[in-house]
């Protein structure tokens, strides 16, 4: 009877906060659509692994943000898992990031720096605080460029109802997607979903497309939590390799 009525109780919360998502009106923008702007931050281990993951030299253990596949792997080919050990082995030193090379898309939004999103009927901007990295998402001009490569991607962007879609193309290959290196080629293809499911969280959700690397098409998914703080704002993280490539380390 005990655990009947946990279950009960269990599935009645669970049911409210459906319902509850499914009930909330994010405020609106200028233009009508919904209102993402803000400063925000994922609070999981995904930037070390976007795989679950066990402690290690410089790692958090974390659970899978993996969603499709249900089994929450990265549907790599046979023959391309050699690479992605080979970065895990050289990690320390091989990341792009640790070079302050840009961090690319998705891993931009899910690093440990928070990202602020500004919002205008024509483009949004999303500013990370590493390294002043910033991506503008284009809504209005629907192409993509022809032959040009971007550390950050090509990025245009459509409403789906109050989801913000935004299809990124035009990669380089020289980014990784975790610190764990997993990796893709300059054919990976981002459609990311932002949806804001209540005042202070968005869902972020992004299916990544690379047949040079994967078997199949694979989703991510995670929530985004505002910044509430006083006074929240970007500070400035300089990455110093440029300084002691020319002798300018910073003074301690």
Sequence with gaps: MILRLAVLT???SLGSQVVW?????APRAGDGHADLQGIWQARNAAAES????????GIRAGASVVVDPADGKIPYKPEMLAQRDANYKTRATADPVKKCFLPGVP??????YPIQIFQTPAQISITSE?????????????GHYGEAE????????KWDGDTLVIDNGNFNADTWLDQSGNFHSANLRVVERLTRIADDVMTYEATLTDPDVYTRPWTIRMPLYRDREPNAQLFEYECHVYLEDEGKRPQK
């Design 150 to 157: 971007f550390w950050m991607g090509d990025s245009r962007a």
């Design 21 to 25: 998502a499914q009930a909330y009106k």
């Design 130 to 142: 590493f390294a002043h990295a910033v991506r503008h998402v284009y809504v209005t001009n629907k």
């Design 50 to 57: 976007l795989e679950a993951h066990s402690a290690s030299w």
């Design 10 to 12: 269990i599935a009645a």
């Design 107 to 112: 891993r931009v939004m899910y690093m440990p």
